[in-house]
């Protein structure tokens, strides 16, 4: 695929757009669910329940869909997947109870888990590789800045002038279709699939992936980073209004930290790396977000502080997120495998860090108090730093200092 200048802001600006939808249509539930838990009667546990079910479906999804793309090509993955989440999110509104809710909340994660592996593969193929890790950043900082930055604000605005939170979910439908029409129109193929391979050629196998150095580690490291984001994103809008105590319109403010700071850190730590290396921007980085969310979780209710605290965990995690899962992934592995290490990587952290840590925050917020999510959401950033350590370096710029130096070192 040649890279023209002007099909990669194109393409860049269509991705980065559906997954900020992605984000919006995943996140708008947490502002949402206090008034939700009221009519439905829902606790915590549940919240946990309903997001981490979402987030394995999401991982089943990923890892499945990553492997299609790469066989069938981006657009018939992209496509029928923007308009299935697109729908599901609107059908969200007429959940009736728990049962209802989780069983739409699995569908929307099994049609965003298509779609993701797919755009971040076609964001990698359209970009010049200097540019890589500023592009996938920009594609991905979407994801916040709609689902935690402007969801909280949104959707706390939509419920004074709306009948009920049926009719935020209803609306959600329409971008969706549009952002389907102009992908179909605009996105290109890889050329590694548009030209066969001759027939002596192995297709590499799943298998393959672990023969590179990074995979297992961007797997471990997503994890533990995903799982502080997703508790955070889950519970902190909860936290606000049941330990601290504070009014919704406040709520809705300091939880937007988390996605301002993550669209900012998705920006700013991936172009970063395109310089500095992938490695030393995740490490200091993580370290960084680890030491501010222990000083959030012991802050009282002054609204600038929280903000800010949230902000600026949220933009070392989430830079990171997109950094693993992105460009480090990408030049880890052949061209051949991209979306499938994308899916992988996204799968397996989404099961776990989407999937199964939110569900643990339910059950320790409904039986020892909300405040404790905090603890397991740092835990998570511990062990990604731990893992971070061992990286290879991958950037393009530095990765003849770095040891060792091939792009694609198999162990």
């Not at 971008?175 to 297709?203: C, N, S, T, Y």
């Not at 590179?212 to 995903?226: F, K």
Request: with cysteine; hydrophobic share 55%.
């Amino acid at each position: 695929m040649s890279k023209d200048v002007r099909y990669e802001r194109r393409a860049v600006t269509l991705l980065a757009l559906g997954f900020g939808l992605v984000g919006l249509d995943r996140w708008i539930i947490a502002p949402l669910f206090p008034a939700m838990a009221d009519e439905l009667g829902l606790d915590y546990q549940d919240l946990g329940g309903i997001v981490g079910a979402l987030g394995v479906a999401w991982g089943v999804s990923s890892l499945l869909m990553g492997r299609l793309s790469d066989r069938i090509g981006r657009r018939k993955v992209l496509v029928p997947g923007i308009l299935l989440f697109s729908l599901c999110t609107a059908f969200t509104g007429l959940a009736s109870g728990l049962f209802s809710l989780i069983a739409i909340r699995l569908v929307i994660g099994l049609t965003e888990g298509a779609y993701s592996p797919a755009a971040f593969a076609a964001t990698a193929e359209a970009s010049h590789p200097k540019r890589r890790g500023l592009n996938m950043g920009i594609q991905q900082s979407t994801f916040a800045l709609f689902g935690v930055g402007l969801g909280p604000i949104l959707a706390t605005q939509l419920l004074q002038v709306l009948p009920s939170w049926h009719w935020v979910f209803a609306l959600l439908i329409v971008p969706g279709v549009l952002l389907a029409v102009l992908l179909a129109r605009v996105i290109r193929e890889p050329d590694v699939l548009a030209a066969p391979a001759p027939v002596a050629v192995e297709r590499p196998k799943w298998s393959h992936l672990f023969r590179h150095r990074n995979i297992p580690l961007a797997i471990v490291a997503l994890c533990g980073t995903m799982t502080c984001i997703f508790v955070l994103s889950a519970m902190v809008p909860s936290y606000l209004t049941d330990f601290l105590h504070l009014s919704t319109v406040q709520m809705g403010m300091i939880a937007s930290g988390i996605g301002f700071g993550a669209f900012f850190g998705q920006l700013v730590i991936p172009g970063a790396s395109d310089r500095i290396g992938r490695r030393p921007a995740v490490l200091v980085a993580l370290v960084l977000c680890a030491a501010l969310l222990a000083v959030f979780a012991a802050q009282g209710p002054v609204m600038p502080v929280l903000f800010l605290l949230l902000f600026f965990v949220a933009f070392g995690a989430n830079g990171c997120l997109a950094l693993i899962v992105g460009a480090l992934t990408v030049e880890s592995v052949p061209p051949a495998l991209t979306a499938t290490a994308i899916g992988t990587v996204m799968g397996i952290g989404e099961i776990f860090g989407g999937g199964v840590a939110p569900v643990v925050a339910g059950y320790l917020s409904k039986h020892y108090g909300i405040q404790y999510s905090l603890y397991l959401a740092l835990g998570g950033l511990l062990l990604a730093v731990v893992t971070a350590v061992f990286f290879v370096e991958t950037a393009p710029r530095r990765s003849r200092r770095a040891t060792p130096a091939a792009r694609h070192e198999v162990v």
